[in-house]
């Protein structure tokens, strides 16, 4: 269990030193393309000159990375040129609105998706498994702005129960919250739901569960005692890695109702070539799908004694 873990930190590491050095290159090698965009297209050289040996690009390429790479650590991550502010002012607050709506939506999706695929897999080839696969299916196959579109329709126009926005303008409101996490749920709880069906299916055709019921097992005692912690472990390290998703690619979802959220920080930052703040949104980015692997392999360690024993 230590070297898998070993294994994987080792892997973490080596993944956000190369991806460090690649934002680098991309981003920060055309020291005068950076100085034009921070200064503006009608700087003169001499303005350009003056910013570029203040800010320490006038020394050596390598001395250059490693400092740059440790104001990234220190949370250090320079000034936004559209919102002219440091970016810290700005990132935190986006990822908390966007830790608010995806954490809410992730409970909801491992709630719904986890109950309906465990019992659809506990039943298959029954009506109520043919309704829950059919229901999965259909809801994930439509796109995001789609089923934003449709709960709008209904919700916001026709019931006129939940505002259209999500701006959060006045403070936090729940009303909302409701919709963006209505269509991340719809969206992807039934992914979930057939992974976990899949999972539960295979699990109840093992040996030890057929052992359990000539044994006189009741049901309810094999689906909770027997097959449930083995078929919960693939669900588990998806669902964790859903994190990424729900950090950087709920774009769509946080555009369409206009929610401050880190995805569509990420969105302005790329559109208006903000270099640091694109700097500072691939990195946490990057973070964050670091750590919620390391935490899917963790969990994976936990749940299968075999991994453990190994």
């Known amino acids: 269990m230590t070297a898998f873990l070993s294994r994987r930190l080792f892997i973490a590491m080596a993944t956000i030193l190369t991806v460090s050095i690649l934002l680098f290159v ?3 090698l055309d020291a005068e393309a950076i100085a034009t965009r921070v200064l503006g297209p009608y700087s003169s050289d001499e303005q350009r000159a003056i910013w570029l040996e203040r800010n320490g690009y006038n020394e050596p390429l390598l001395l250059r990375y490693f400092d740059w790479l440790f104001g990234l650590f220190r949370g250090d991550f320079g000034q936004s040129f559209i919102y002219r502010r440091p970016v810290n002012e700005i990132l935190w607050d986006r990822l908390g609105n966007t830790a608010i709506l995806g954490g809410t939506a992730l409970l909801m999706i491992a709630i719904l998706g986890l109950f ?5 897999g506990a039943n ?14 259909l809801t994930t196959s439509v796109p995001e702005f789609a ?15 939940l505002p259209g926005t999500s701006g959060m303008a006045t403070g936090f409101d729940i009303k909302q919250l409701i919709l963006p996490v209505m269509v991340l749920v719809i969206y992807d709880f039934g992914y979930i739901a057939r992974l976990t069906r899949a999972s539960m299916a295979e699990v109840m055709r093992e040996n030890y569960i057929r052992t359990a019921r000539l044994k006189g097992v009741s ?13 919960l472990i693939a669900p588990y390290t998806v669902l964790v890695l859903q994190i990424n998703w729900l950090l950087s690619g709920v774009i769509v979802v946080e555009f369409f109702f206009a929610y401050k959220g880190f ?7 790329t559109l208006n070539q903000d270099i640091f703040l694109i700097q500072a949104c691939a ?15 963790l969990g994976y360690v936990l749940l299968n004694p075999r991994i453990r024993v190994s």
């Open 124 to 137: 298959e080839g029954r009506l109520l498994d043919r309704i829950i696969s059919l229901t999965s299916v």
């Open 263 to 269: 995805g569509v920080l990420l969105l302005e930052a």
């Open 116 to 120: 309906l695929g465990l019992l659809a």
């Open 26 to 28: 991309t981003l920060e």
């Open 147 to 161: 089923t934003a579109v449709f709960v709008s329709a209904i919700f916001v126009f026709s019931l006129g129960w």
């Open 219 to 231: 049901r309810r005692g094999i689906i909770f005692r027997h097959a449930m912690r083995n078929a």
């Open 283 to 297: 990195f946490v980015a990057v973070l964050a799908a670091v750590l919620s692997q390391l935490v899917s392999d």
